[in-house]
């Protein structure tokens, strides 16, 4: 997979900068924390036992999948500094910590029961998109979960001075026009104003 103008900017000092500002704030992880059990609820009749997060930076996702989960966590991240936070706090076994693109995941077909997204999907730009998405669901062999930014139209927005790296869109749609066999088993919005998170969009399937 060859490098994108978005992949060096999350590989370099842009990348870097975002790891440093990401911080696990005890109010944030908890409201996190809420966002996952959420989640979680819509499989709970049948757990996924690994789950993959493309894009895990520092692992805020995954440390908060922790306390309410048993799965074994794995994780892909291209931005070489967070792959080390991840690695010196036992977020995931030192085997389960990837570099790499969610364009070209380094992963077997099927390799972990669920693999998803939180804010990353958006940084990927348009012309990537599908190959990423294509990639989540080879590697996953029951859920793919996204809560990613909505837009009912494809848009480019302005981020941290930066004019091509933040593409929002109708992701749930865009899962479902690529396979349109995938179970759709929930879908949500997190409120900004009452989650304390991003005005987030959700959305969980299961293959059949
Ligand atoms: C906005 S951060 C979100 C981090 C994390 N998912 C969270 O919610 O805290 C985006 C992350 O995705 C990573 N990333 C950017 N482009 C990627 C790509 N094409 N494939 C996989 N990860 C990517 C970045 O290095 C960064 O860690």
Redesign the pocket.
């Known amino acids: 997979m060859s490098e994108?103008f978005?992949?060096q900017l999350?590989?370099g000092g842009f990348?870097a900068d975002?790891?440093e500002r990401?911080t696990f704030d005890p109010d944030h992880m908890a409201a996190i924390t809420r966002h996952w059990a959420r989640l979680l609820q819509c499989v709970e009749a049948r757990p996924p036992a690994s789950i993959l997060?493309?894009?895990?930076?520092?692992g805020?996702?995954l440390r908060a999948i922790k306390r309410i989960s048993t799965a074994r966590l794995v994780a892909?991240?291209?931005?070489d500094g967070?792959r080390k936070v991840l690695a010196q706090d036992g977020v995931c076994a030192p085997a389960d910590i990837h570099d790499?693109?969610?364009?070209a995941i380094p992963l077997a077909d099927g390799a972990v029961e669920m693999a998803f997204?939180?804010?990353?999907l958006i940084?990927?730009h348009p012309d990537?998109l599908e190959a990423?998405m294509r990639e989540m669901h080879r590697v996953s062999s029951r859920y793919i979960a996204c809560s990613e930014y909505f837009s009912d139209k494809p848009e480019t927005i302005p981020y941290r001075g930066q004019t091509d790296a933040l593409f929002k869109r109708d992701f749930g749609g865009m899962w479902l026009d690529l396979f349109p066999e995938l179970k759709v088993l929930d879908y949500g919005f997190s409120w900004k104003r009452t989650t304390g998170l991003d005005n987030l969009t959700w959305w969980m399937f299961e293959k059949p």
């Open positions: 994108t978005q992949s999350w590989r990348g975002y790891t990401n997060e493309v894009g895990a930076n520092t805020r996702n892909l991240e291209p931005q967070a790499g693109l969610g364009q997204t939180v804010g990353v940084h990927i990537q990423a």
